[in-house]
């Protein structure tokens, strides 16, 4: 069994080589990749449904199509993304060469979450690729059928030195964290985060933390209440609630709380007909450790919808709490389960008030007819990303960065993002040795009154 | 005496309140600091001379003319860098709004160093003004007067509670790092910036890390020697060589080596005169400890220029080593003195791989006619920025992001660069409630049929 320092060393030993700079040989690698997703997809949706009970359908959308996506775009775009920037000049530069040049950074690492497995890995992967580096990838151990799959795969297609897979849980990650990398993307949790970052300092390493937090989703008075339930049930239930952007917790108008319910539970039966738990669409919380952490935050609870689980198979069903206390266990932190507590507010001052009060999130979701109200509620908060009238979707377009902020995390990636996370803008300026007669100026003797000219 | 959670806390609510944010604010706030830079100019500069025996001219143009350029051009360019941007939208998105919001991220801190006391803090506090924050500002200690004087000038011209001044040394910047902030802005050395960093952890504060190291210049035989020469003189012995991006030391083949030497010393004649120690030009080492620190880097090297030194006035005479070891104690940290190292090379190839075999600099330099020459050396090391045929020069460029990679640093700024580092871009897509027929393929219950 090779020590993590040697699988390290080896990853540097290969980027040190250059083979990995050319970007004929990124694009190779990204073809096998592409080719790898393509030819094993059969096996990457049996791990899938393996680690989280999902289906073909649910699994082939959320998890290969956003890879053969990112895998597209990354080799249709490097060689534009890839070629140096020029800069706007000034007169003191007008006659040389000034631009911002990307390169790579040296070893990645990137460490993934067991919520999404495949792609959480995959997506940063194209990314580290396609920006020219060595990657050391490390994925979730919870979701195990994935990641012994990923360490299976990636040597039969990818560069084996280059591109090593680690597995393992926490001693194995506590060890790998002490190696030096020059980028670490981690998926995850605040407080694991924050080991990470710790991690990352002994060694100056930079960081790009996708963690969570409570995605509010606000509910105005104004607004197609039908259309508007029916996208917040598929986001937050799609994945049994376990998307680190799912809308967290409701805030809407004590008025329209039984409705939002009545329209939450028509859409649950069109999703997932009479019998949720025997539908193939309906995903298990991952373990029974995740299990009993989401159960326990029904305690005390009104429960207006659902509220059935079952430990054996990880079952908890689609439910809804109504006239939930902020100051409750349930709004303590992050649910990442099919739970969904509505908090009653008077007013969008009020929803602005409560949302402020507490963390950045990485989501924040404004259901409103009204387009002013929609902007006032983003100016006067923050959070990694939003989406209006919808859930999720911000994290689909492309050119969109992908990150949170504060507690949420730091950092973004996805498309051109990634790229540019991935990499060092270095800054050159090519001058000649000609015209040094302009430089008088700023040589000794100095002469104040030039200056002040 | 307030404590640090007091100021901090302060800054925070008033923060909240909102008032930073809209721009004519920021831009009324940055007015006020330009005003400051300009009627204090003589308070300014007395404080520079006082602190590292900076003289006019060089303080003027090293500190406070940058300064005014950046003012200038926040002031000019803020609605523009403010302005939300719109990204591609795709099929699904077609009839959507989708944009990067640029928004202020809360309260920064500011940690600035000793060599420029004064642009250290002032051009990154320039750009988080514009970017809507409160920003706490820690002056090095070290450069005692220009703190004392930039605790006194910002509350005279600037909202007092959204950018209040916090000094002292170790232990007041321990306590500091120890509140809540949401970016720190280090500028300093690679040990302290770990220990920056591991404080911001602690509250998952995203930090920009402008740190130091060994910027190496390579001087190619075909070149202006001449010219080279006089543009490293200046880059490496301003401000007594205590630049963040000096030239820190030369690889240049054996036969070229007295060469740069000749032509080192007559431009030094030429900048500082006969006696440099009279000429009002040349600076000094900021205090004992750091005298000393340079020094004793003189140990056991072939002085080929200089190397006269004074400890009652922290002088130290511009000096050339030539024929230097790479083991030897001044090949292994920063100088950051007028000490000049010349390591000899039998070749590009030579230099690249003796480049690589140390940590990644802050800058990188490289002399040549040849301009192959020079994207090949580019293209085979890295280092935070470059500039070919001259030093320091990329400094000066706005357009270009300044900052290190490795160990030599993390995160950039400068000009627009400076406001995206303070911001955070926020992805907003804006959909509407109509149209739901086309969400019908994402909804369960799924099918076998790929989307």
């Not at 949706?45 to 959320?62: E, V």
């Not at 775009?77 to 390169?103: C, F, G, H």
């Not at 950074?105 to 495949?118: D, E, Q, R, S």
């Amino acid at each position: 069994m090779e020590s993590m320092q040697q699988v390290v060393g080896r990853a540097r030993a290969a980027f040190n080589s250059g083979r990995s700079r050319p970007l004929e040989f990124r694009i190779q690698q990204l073809k096998a990749l592409e080719r790898m997703v393509n030819e094993k997809e059969k096996e990457i949706l049996a791990a899938l449904k393996a680690d989280l009970d999902k289906s073909g359908p649910n699994a082939y959308s959320h998890e290969i199509l956003g890879v053969l996506r990112e895998l597209v775009l990354a080799m249709e775009n490097l060689p534009s993304w890839a070629a140096p920037q020029p800069v706007k000049k000034d007169l003191l530069t007008m006659r040389d060469e000034a631009y911002i040049r990307y390169e790579p950074l040296g070893v990645v690492l990137i460490i993934g979450a067991w919520n999404y497995p495949f792609i959480l890995v995959m997506q940063p992967l194209v990314g580290a690729i396609v920006a020219g580096h060595a990657v050391v990838v490390k994925p979730s151990e919870v979701s195990e059928n994935t990641a012994r799959l990923v360490a299976e795969l990636l040597p039969q297609y990818l560069d084996k030195d280059l591109y090593p897979v680690i597995t393992g849980g926490v001693p194995e990650t506590t060890e790998l964290l002490t190696q030096r990398f020059d980028h670490i993307l981690y998926t995850g949790n605040s407080a694991v985060g924050r080991i990470v970052m710790a991690a990352a300092a002994k060694h100056l390493t930079p960081v790009t933390l996708e963690l969570g937090g409570k995605s509010p989703c606000y509910i105005d008075k104004d607004c197609d209440l039908a259309v508007a339930c029916r996208r917040i049930t598929w986001g937050k239930y799609m994945n049994c609630g376990q998307t680190c952007i799912a809308p967290d917790y409701i805030l809407c108008d004590p008025s329209i709380q039984s409705k939002v319910v009545e329209n939450i539970k028509a859409t649950l039966q069109e999703f997932y007909g009479e019998d949720v738990k025997s539908s193939p669409d309906y995903e298990r919380i991952v373990n029974k450790r995740h299990f009993k952490r989401v159960k326990s935050l029904l305690e005390g609870q009104k429960i207006a919808l659902g509220g059935e689980t079952d430990e054996a198979s990880c079952f908890i069903a689609p439910t809804i709490l109504t006239d939930v206390s902020p100051e409750s266990k349930v709004m303590e932190e992050e649910i990442f389960g099919p739970v969904l507590p509505i908090v009653t507010v008077k007013s969008v001052e009020e929803a602005i008030e409560f949302i402020n009060l507490r963390e950045k999130p990485l989501a924040l979701y404004v259901f409103s007819n009204n387009k002013q109200l929609i902007r006032r509620v983003i100016s006067e908060t923050s959070s990694g990303g939003m989406t209006a009238n919808d859930v999720i979707m911000h994290s689909v377009v492309a050119d969109l960065p992908f990150g949170g902020v504060g507690h949420s995390g730091m950092g973004a990636y996805h498309g051109r993002h990634s790229f540019e996370t991935f990499s060092h803008r270095r800054a050159c300026l090519i001058k000649d040795l000609r015209w040094e007669v302009v430089n008088k100026l700023r040589y000794p003797p100095g002469n104040m009154e030039v200056l002040h000219l």
